[in-house]
């Protein structure tokens, strides 16, 4: 009896074929691994990843697997944040008052990378020369050091970059602001120039400062002014370049190159709406549906004091605080449904038409907490906060 059927003699001499090839394979295998080794540290000196999705290859041409990328920090089960501007962490002692308030409960602080008025909060070499060159990078704070304390209580850092309203940038480089039918640099209201949304050496400059904020340990890097202008002449503005495209499809076009940017340094990439984004048509190019399959997370600015008379059927929005964010937070989670991104709504801890008072922003939090939003961050330009409202419902 046997185990295996019997091989006649043509088979036999076929296996030993087989044996003899198998054996010279691994012969040459030998070889060309002991080749392998002499030369991987010449291999390894001559490898680099180009820009974009471009991968290594070996020496028959084939496909490596990539080097890891580094893993985003945990996003806190329900994020409970505050704002800090970077003049406020350029005081003395003043980042450690924000990170005791994790005694209440908070676990996220962000912080500005660039503000509304152009600056940059710190220096780095690896910025573009344009951000030394124009004066927009300060040293407001040492990056490094404050995600070095952030991280030792446990507490996740967002870097916030305001994109496109640059006073800074605008002066110095007028050839990279919106124009006027005139020429000049046109201006916002406020006296504010902005940035031309539609070229791409604004893009870079802005996500070159996001990138050095990443690399600098923050966790995720929130942008903010990411849109046409709102205020202002509108009919003036001249659009240097303007692409035959939806302004919404410009939006997305330039969070697209954010965050094939960004991702790879291990981080997070969101991006701030107005609070009526996901209702209106605002004419900004802000898509909450759009975006929301390319961002990792949507932070709507509910603050009911923006919302005018009659939305949502309320005869005044502000004095009903937690109804307000509950129908705007609704909207944002409808227009998101089904894609990647989250939604972590800005409530108001500011007084704006009346005094705001503790009930009022924990109003705001329960109808967060009641829409499954994965938390919220409280907003006030002048950096004081209801610290009371942050140990709400925990």
């Known amino acids: 009896m046997y185990v295996h059927e019997r091989m006649d003699s043509n088979e036999r001499f076929r296996e030993r074929r087989r044996r003899a090839r198998r054996r010279r394979r691994l012969r040459r295998l030998g070889a060309l691994v002991v080749l392998l080794g002499i030369g991987a540290g010449l291999a390894l000196g001559a490898a ?44 003395q002692g003043k980042v450690d008052e924000y990170l005791a308030l994790q005694s209440f409960g908070l676990n ?23 951000a030394l060159k124009t004066g927009a990078a300060k040293r407001y704070y040492d990056p490094r050091e404050v995600a070095r304390k952030v991280h030792a209580r446990g507490m996740y850092l967002i870097g916030r ?18 124009r006027t039918t005139d020429g000049s640099v046109w201006r916002n209201n406020g006296g504010l120039g902005w940035a031309n949304e539609y070229d791409r050496r604004v893009w870079r400059y802005d996500v070159d400062i996001a990138v050095s904020a990443a690399r600098a340990g923050f966790d995720e890097i929130q942008f903010d ?39 790879p340094l291990g981080v997070r990439v969101s991006a701030d709406l107005f609070g009526l984004a996901a209702s209106h048509e605002l004419g900004i190019g802000q898509a909450p549906r759009r975006v929301s399959k390319i961002l990792d997370a949507i932070y709507p600015m509910v603050y009911p004091s923006h919302f005018g008379p009659g939305e949502y059927n309320l005869q005044t929005p ?42 009022d922003v924990e109003d705001q939090i329960a109808a967060a907490r009641n829409m499954h939003a994965r938390g919220y961050m409280l907003w006030n330009a002048a950096g004081v906060y209801t610290n009371e409202a942050l140990s709400y419902g925990t």
């Open 161 to 178: 970059v305001v994109v496109f309203e640059d006073p800074v940038l605008t002066t110095a480089r007028p050839d990279l602001a919106l």
């Open 318 to 359: 502000n004095d009903v605080p937690g109804t307000t964010v509950t129908y705007a937070v609704r909207d944002f989670q409808r227009a998101v449904r089904g894609r990647r991104a989250k939604i972590i709504p800005w409530l108001q801890d500011f007084s704006l038409y009346r005094t705001y008072t503790l009930a």
């Open 108 to 130: 996220t602080i962000e912080l500005d990378v660039k503000d509304e008025n152009g600056e940059v909060g710190f220096e780095s070499p690896r910025y573009a020369a344009m």
């Open 48 to 91: 680099f990843i180009s820009h974009g999705s471009k991968r290594l290859t070996d020496l028959a041409g084939g496909k490596l697997k990539p080097f890891p990328r580094p893993h985003a920090r945990p996003l806190p089960a329900e994020v409970r944040g505050v704002h800090v501007t970077m003049a406020l962490a350029s005081l």
């Open 225 to 263: 002014y990411v849109r046409f202008p709102s205020d202002g002449d509108l009919s003036l503005i001249v659009y240097p370049g303007a692409r035959k495209e939806a302004k919404s499809t410009t939006i997305a076009n330039f969070l697209s190159y954010a965050t094939h940017r960004l991702r």
